[in-house]
């Protein structure tokens, strides 16, 4: 057997991965923690916290197993804090033979390793990471000749696939999809529960990351840590949600409210981005829990959830897979303003913004549709510049890794990619954040107005956005209506106008 570096990265935390079968003393599993994956953007300071933790764990799980392991901590001296420097060094060092190396989620990773591989000519061998349901390419080959990419029959095929929630060909329960009933307000506070916490003390980690210069943003408690950072702390989180939240999950999934940043959501995809869970284990265990309790958990619950993790998930790995590396280029709208300072700090009028943002540097999380329909919905609307937008979303959330996260911000939220991800902008007025929230009632602008003192901004700017990008969205049969409600409008002057004056001053909103 030639000696063996294996190497892990950061978020390749899979403990069932076929590679820790069997043990060999010419086997060295090499983990790093590097600037070049702090600093290639700021970084919520939990972010880092919390990759470093779960590769520290998962380090020292593999050697409780029984395996060689070599963990490179930030502030080793040697650490040469770039992955290829670091590399070469060890094959001299170690005299090793044979890298081998799991797929990289990310594009400039898996090209930054395949050039690596070529151009020092060491033998070498790359494999599959066993995480996702499909391969890098399934997707591409899934809808090769099709005219669009639609996420319902690549979420069905999946369905089938896997046999979730089936009975033969057919959905187990006559339907596939509950999404017209997962759209409801959170009008009790009374249903919601105390978060699972695993609390830890991470100020040591702190006063490394922050003796190292790394530049962070956002906040975090160094004595009570709470993000799930080990596969046992991953199923209990798994356990808890099973139990507490799924009963409602499908319900309030779109709900937003100023009280819980979480509300039934499940917190799982940190765990699921690192591959401490895969997400065939969890579908597979929401199902047997609803199946085991049918009498409080109504299969609309369940089947929310599993759309966004075999459907939304999968989907968007194979989008990223199918379009890089022109996907992070597209900017079809031609958006070019600069993000807002209050992006950064949380200080805006605008009470939903304040909202999102505010719980998002201090929590590094919000659910899906603050993502969406708050912050993104914002940034559609005023055409900021999608980099900017990417930037932002890529440093400042937990679960943030660029295959997942540009899909959603540049493709989904931004209309970036001009229709591959959504067949329409995802844009609204403060009459849907209205409905879904407790944001508007606390608001200093009005919710009702359009024009005039206090208008809010998010009514003003959605219809300038559908008259400035009239050239590009008025033939989508998806939005001629909106088109046509616009076209009929009083006072539609007075609107622009109004716009314009916003987007002079976005900061002072
Ligand atoms: C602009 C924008 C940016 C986003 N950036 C990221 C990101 O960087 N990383 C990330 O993991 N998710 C991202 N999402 C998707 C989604 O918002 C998060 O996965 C979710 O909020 C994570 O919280 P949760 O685990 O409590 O999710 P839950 O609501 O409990 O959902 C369960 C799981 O489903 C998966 N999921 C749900 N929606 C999506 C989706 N649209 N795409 C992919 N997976 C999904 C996640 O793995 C999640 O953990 C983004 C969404 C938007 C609109
Ligand atoms: S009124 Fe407008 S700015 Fe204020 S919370 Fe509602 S949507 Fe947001």
């Not at 790359?126 to 349901?133: I, K």
């Not at 399934?138 to 069905?156: P, T």
């Not at 900017?331 to 719980?359: E, S, V």
């Not at 009239?470 to 033939?475: I, T």
Request: charged residues 25%; proline residues 3%; hydrophobic residues 35%.
């Amino acid at each position: 057997m030639p000696k063996t570096l294996r190497l892990i990265l950061g978020d390749q935390l899979n403990s069932n991965h076929s590679w820790f079968k069997d043990k060999n003393d010419d086997t060295l599993y090499l983990m790093m923690e590097i600037r070049q994956e702090t600093d290639y953007v700021r970084h919520h300071i939990q972010k880092i916290v919390a990759f470093f933790l779960a590769m520290r764990n998962f380090a020292e799980f593999l050697k409780q197993e029984g395996h060689k392991v070599l963990y490179i901590t930030l502030d080793d001296l040697a650490n040469q804090q770039d992955l290829v420097k670091n590399l070469k060094r060890i094959i001299i060092e170690e005299n090793i033979e044979l890298f081998e190396y799991q797929f990289p989620d990310e594009y400039r990773l898996d090209k930054q390793l395949s050039d690596f591989c070529i151009e020092s000519g060491i033998q070498s061998w790359a494999y599959d990471t066993e995480h996702f349901l499909t391969k890098r390419e399934y997707l591409a080959n899934f809808f090769n000749g099709k005219k669009s990419y639609l996420m319902e029959s690549f979420y069905r095929e999946m369905r089938k696939k896997f046999n979730i929630l089936m009975d033969g060909e057919a959905p187990l329960t006559g339907r596939w999809n509950y999404d017209q009933e997962n759209r409801n307000k959170l009008k009790d506070p009374l249903l919601l529960l105390p978060a699972p916490t695993y609390a830890k003390d991470v100020s040591q980690l702190i006063h490394m990351i922050q003796s190292e210069g790394i530049k962070t943003i956002g906040k975090i408690e160094p004595t009570h840590f709470e993000w799930p950072v080990s596969r046992e702390e991953s199923l209990k989180l798994l356990e808890h949600f099973c139990q507490y939240l799924l009963p409602h999950f499908g319900k309030y999934q779109d709900a937003m409210y100023t009280g819980d940043p979480f509300l039934f959501h499940s917190r799982m995809s940190f765990s699921l981005n690192t591959k401490m869970i895969s997400p065939l284990e969890i579908v597979q265990k929401v199902e047997k829990y609803w199946l085991e309790h049918q009498d409080r958990i109504n299969i609309a619950q369940v089947e929310g959830f599993i759309r966004q993790v075999i459907g939304w998930r999968e989907y968007m790995r194979g989008i990223y897979w199918a379009k890089m590396p022109e996907y992070a280029q597209l900017n079809y709208l031609t958006h070019k303003r600069k993000l807002p300072d209050f992006f950064w700090t949380g200080r805006t009028k605008m009470n939903c913004m304040k909202h999102a943002i505010g719980q998002s540097l201090e929590k590094a999380y919000a659910h899906h549709i603050q993502r969406l329909m708050v912050t993104g919905n914002f940034a559609l609307l005023a055409g900021i510049d999608p980099d900017q937008v990417d930037q932002w979303y890529l440093g400042v959330y937990i679960d943030a890794i660029e295959w997942v996260e540009i899909t959603n911000t540049r493709g989904m939220s931004q209309f970036a990619d001009g229709g591959i991800v959504g067949t329409k902008p995802y844009v609204c007025s403060a009459n849907y954040i209205d409905k879904m929230s407790d944001y508007c009632s606390s608001c200093q602008y009005d919710k009702q107005k359009k024009v005039g003192d206090n208008a809010c901004p998010f009514n003003t700017l959605y219809w300038h956005f559908y008259h400035r990008n009239q050239d590009k969205l008025a033939k989508n049969p998806r939005i001629g209506m909106m088109y046509r409600t616009w076209e009929k409008m009083n006072g539609r002057k007075e609107i622009l106008d109004q716009a314009e004056v916003y987007l002079a001053n976005l900061e002072d909103l």
